[in-house]
């Protein structure tokens, strides 16, 4: 089992950055690829990216390359989403989810956090 905590989500304006953490409880983190999804009022959950186990690969939606940048800390059982040049369009609640598989843009992942909200103003 898995526990999922994210954190860092806040209101900010347009052109500003936030940084998200994930925090994983457990003694196998090292086991899942960590992925960031998002979903925006009224809109399907989205993929945003994904940090294979070893952080060696790390792949991002095309609406956020660029701009986002994921990393993992597995000594901290953390992984972040260091978000910039944020977009009012990028506003939503932000969930990491775990699996102990390869990189996938779906969602099937096994382990969810609870999600924190992200709002940038105009």
């Known amino acids: 089992q898995v526990r999922l905590v994210e954190s860092g989500g806040g209101l900010v304006q347009a052109g500003g950055s936030l940084r998200l953490s994930c925090l994983a409880s457990?003694?196998?983190?090292?086991?899942?690829?960590v992925s960031w999804f998002r979903q925006a009022p009224g809109k399907e959950r989205e993929f945003v990216g994904a940090?294979?186990?070893?952080?060696?690969?790390?792949y991002y939606a095309d609406s956020v390359k660029g701009r986002f940048t994921i990393s993992r800390d597995n000594a901290k059982t953390t992984v972040y989403l260091q978000m910039n040049s944020l977009k009012p369009e990028d506003t939503a609640v932000y969930y990491c989810?775990?699996?102990?598989?390869?990189?996938?843009?779906?969602?099937?992942?096994?382990?969810w956090g609870q999600g924190t909200q992200v709002t940038v103003s105009s």
């Open positions: 989810a775990a699996g102990d598989r390869t990189i996938t843009t779906r969602e099937l992942y096994d382990y």
């Open positions: 457990g003694r196998t983190f090292t086991r899942y690829t």
């Open positions: 940090v294979d186990r070893s952080g060696g690969t790390i």
